[in-house]
Every structure is written in C-alpha cells, then in structure tokens.
Nanobody, 124 residues
Framework: QVQLVESGGGLVQAGGSLRLSCAASGRTSSAYTMGWFRQAPGKERDVVATINWNGALTYYADGAKGRFTISRDNVKNTVYLQMSSLKPEDTAAYYC?????????????????WGQGTQVTVSS
C-alpha cells in the first residue's frame, strides 16, 4: 500500500505560478510511475503529467506542455508539479496518483493509488 498526500494548491491570479507536492509513504521501496491528474466540476479526471520511476521519462497533456513541469525526488518520496502561466481553465482539483511499474501511463484507471486532491483556483 502507498499513501499519497498532496499539498500546495490555492488561489492564484491568471499568469501566476504554483507548485504542487505529493508526498508518498508506505511501500515506497518499489518502483512507481507517478501522475498528476485534474478534475473540474462536471468533468472527467484527466491526466496533466506523468513521470516514470527514475524521472527519465515524462509526459504532458497538450494543455500542460510548456507551462507545467513534473519532477520527483525519490529520496524524499515526493513528486512535484510546477505550474506557471496559469489560466482560469486550469482551475480544478488536482490529484496525485501512483502505480507500480516503470513505464508511463496516461489513463486514470491505470493507477492504483490516489491522494485526496488539492484545489487550484485561478482567477481572471
């Protein structure tokens, strides 16, 4: 079992930046692919970015490319999502997810463990 706790969300003006963190605990000795997803009210949970177990591979959804950066620190068992040039359409609950294995995965149903989410609100 892996427990995930997100932090770093909040209210920010358009054009601003936020850094989300996801601290993992529990069975963290195994290799895990990590992902950030987001879900706006009435919409599906969509991938934002994913990173493989050692950080060598990353994937970004089109809306995140060039603005968001996913990274991980396996010593601290923490994954980050640096978000810049934020837009009102980035407003959503952001979730951290983990799945055992080494390859990238892009779909929510492919992830085994989820955090409780952190709200990001971008005002215009």
């Amino acid at each position: 079992q892996v427990q995930l706790v997100e932090s770093g969300g909040g209210l920010v003006q358009a054009g601003g930046s936020l850094r989300l963190s996801c601290a993992a605990s529990g069975r963290t000795s195994s290799a895990y692919t990590m992902g950030w997803f987001r879900q706006a009210p009435g919409k599906e949970r969509d991938v934002v970015a994913t990173i493989n177990w050692n950080g060598a591979l990353t994937y970004y959804a089109d809306g995140a490319k060039g603005r968001f950066t996913i990274s991980r620190d396996n010593v601290k068992n923490t994954v980050y999502l640096q978000m810049s040039s934020l837009k009102p359409e980035d407003t959503a609950a952001y979730y951290c997810a983990a799945r055992p294995g080494s390859g990238l995965r892009y779909m929510a149903h492919e992830y085994n463990y989820w955090g409780q989410g952190t709200q990001v609100t971008v005002s215009s």
